[in-house]
């Protein structure tokens, strides 16, 4: 079986705005006031943070679907990429909504003599739910649908084919040369951008194919 190149990691290859980032100043200043004010205050602060939470979700959803339509509309990714990633963002927002609700519920029961546990049972539960949202539904789209960067993963390994023939070098090396070539993410998704994706591919491939040690 013929070496392909593989996907390497990298940190992502869209913008998303952090739910915990703007959360977080909301968090600390009900946290501040659990150990300085009193019950009233804390109880104030701990629906104050639910109404954020809920309203925190649905802007960094819609955020986060303005992006992507940027992207889309600029041609940086495709139809496919931009329903694909509107059914991901949804997913999360109904995630950490109902995340927020089972946590809460779970320690209704201590709510009203510990404030703290339910604030924080709510946190736990949103970032549960919306992790497993998250990994669900990308495990069951990624069953019947290719990504941008899968079909650039794709084209860049039939561009491969094409050049080792071209280059006339053997099987055992062009499977060394395989191994040695970093693609990740980001450039798959920049190769999607480009009118010229053959050229952009093969400006990326050739300098590994000029080098004479890589395929010795």
Same mark, same amino acid.
């Not at 561009?159 to 980001?186: C, H, P, S, V, Y």
């Given at each position: 079986?013929?070496?392909?190149?593989?996907?390497?990691?990298?940190?992502?290859? /869209?913008?998303?705005?952090? +739910?915990?980032?703007? @959360?977080?100043?909301?968090?600390?200043? !009900?946290? #501040?006031?659990? %150990? =300085?004010?009193?019950?009233?205050?804390?109880?104030?602060?701990?629906?104050? /943070?639910?109404?954020?939470? +809920?309203?925190?979700? @649905?802007?960094?959803?819609?955020?986060? !679907?303005? #992006?992507?339509? %940027? =992207?889309?509309?600029?041609?940086?990714?495709?139809?496919?990429?931009?329903?694909?990633?509107?059914?991901?963002?949804?997913?999360? @927002?109904?995630?950490?909504?109902?995340?927020?609700?089972?946590?809460?519920?779970?320690?209704?029961?201590?709510?009203?003599?510990?404030?703290?546990?339910?604030?924080?049972?709510?946190?736990?539960?949103?970032?549960?739910?919306?992790?497993?949202?998250?990994?669900?539904?990308?495990?069951?789209?990624?069953?019947?649908?290719?990504?941008?960067?899968?079909?650039?993963?794709?084209?860049?390994?039939?561009?491969?084919?094409?050049?080792?023939?071209?280059?006339?070098?053997?099987?055992?090396?062009?499977?060394?040369?395989?191994?040695?070539?970093?693609?990740?993410?980001?450039?798959?998704?920049?190769?999607?951008?480009?009118?010229?994706?053959?050229?952009?591919?093969?400006?990326?491939?050739?300098?590994?194919?000029?080098?004479?040690?890589?395929?010795?």
């Amino acid at each position: 079986m013929e070496k392909r190149i593989k996907l390497k990691k990298s940190k992502g290859i /869209l913008p998303k705005k952090g +739910i915990l980032k703007l @959360l977080l100043p909301k968090i600390t200043k !009900v946290m #501040v006031n659990l %150990v =300085q004010v009193g019950p009233r205050v804390i109880l104030r602060g701990a629906f104050q /943070l639910l109404r954020a939470n +809920i309203w925190t979700r @649905l802007v960094s959803t819609v955020v986060i !679907v303005a #992006v992507d339509s %940027v =992207q889309f509309l600029r041609k940086r990714i495709s139809k496919k990429q931009f329903s694909i990633n509107l059914l991901l963002s949804f997913s999360l @927002l109904f995630g950490g909504a109902a995340g927020w609700v089972a946590g809460t519920n779970s320690v209704l029961g201590v709510a009203a003599e510990n404030t703290a546990i339910w604030i924080i049972a709510g946190i736990a539960g949103a970032g549960i739910f919306s992790a497993g949202m998250d990994f669900c539904c990308k495990k069951i789209i990624g069953k019947f649908i290719k990504n941008d960067v899968e079909d650039m993963l794709d084209l860049i390994n039939s561009e491969f084919d094409r050049m080792i023939n071209e280059a006339g070098i053997t099987r055992e090396q062009a499977d060394k040369l395989a191994a040695a070539i970093e693609i990740d993410d980001k450039v798959c998704v920049q190769c999607y951008a480009k009118s010229n994706k053959q050229k952009y591919i093969r400006h990326i491939l050739q300098p590994h194919f000029n080098d004479a040690d890589a395929v010795s």
